[in-house]
């Protein structure tokens, strides 16, 4: 008699001691196929593993993983995700369902919501963990002007250059992760500053700080 396979999960979280915790909580129903550290690491391993569903956070290095499922979603893969983060913030919520995910959950609520999370995003529905519902509904409600985020004015590719400099990367180094030119790099730096209202690189770094492109 064959057994119902299970589903396979992707993890990506660069705490390696929550993705340990995390993986004791999916593996009775699930199948871990990998774990990764960091966005770019993400979207290669969706496009090579191929899972039923992503479990990421948001603040990883390299590629933050919400400008993951961004790039996934350019690349037409529609796999759920699901966000396990500890920014209680309608921001971030806001952004992770417009770039396309199936759930928002807080890393303190883990243990009695991912896997509700996980079985509503892979019967195609959205799962937003309670303590935030109302504030985003309130939000969406609000309309974009109220709830603008200066995050969305940034294209994808500013947003990944943003990200990359503050993390203290030259833009020489930014060039070669992004196969662009250095000089390529500096011109995005600038379009940046220019549309943030930033004047130094301290600003730059506090804003994607702030704005949780990446952590302290």
């Known amino acids: 008699m064959s057994q119902t396979r299970r589903p396979r999960v992707l993890l990506a979280d660069d705490h390696r001691l929550v993705a340990e915790g995390l993986k004791s909580l999916l593996a009775p129903d699930f199948d871990l196929v990998d774990v990764v550290e960091d ?3 993400l979207v290669e391993a969706a496009r090579t593993l191929r899972p039923d569903v992503i479990v990421a956070d948001i603040a990883m290095p390299h590629l933050n993983g919400i400008e993951a499922l961004v790039q996934l979603r350019q690349e037409g893969n529609r796999v759920p995700v699901v966000f396990l ?13 417009d770039a396309g995910a199936s759930g928002f959950v807080l890393k ?8 509700t999370a996980i079985r509503a995003a892979l019967a195609g529905k959205t799962y937003l963990t309670p303590q935030l519902a109302g ?27 943003l990200q990359l400099l503050a993390e ?12 662009i030119s250095a000089r390529t790099v500096e011109f995005h730096k600038y379009q940046i500053m220019e549309t943030l209202g930033l004047r130094t690189n301290a600003e730059l770094t506090h804003f994607a700080i702030k704005h949780g492109l990446v952590e302290l």
């Open 135 to 161: 504030e985003v509904l309130e939000s969406m409600k609000e309309g974009p002007e109220r709830a603008a985020d200066p995050i969305a004015s940034l294209t994808p590719r500013q947003r990944q250059v």
């Open 108 to 115: 303190h609520s883990a243990p009695a919501e991912l896997v």
């Open 168 to 179: 203290g990367r030259s833009a020489k180094e930014i060039a070669s992760t992004l196969t």
């Open 39 to 41: 966005g770019r690491a």
């Open 85 to 97: 983060t500890m920014h209680r913030d309608v921001a971030y919520a806001r952004r992770a369902l």
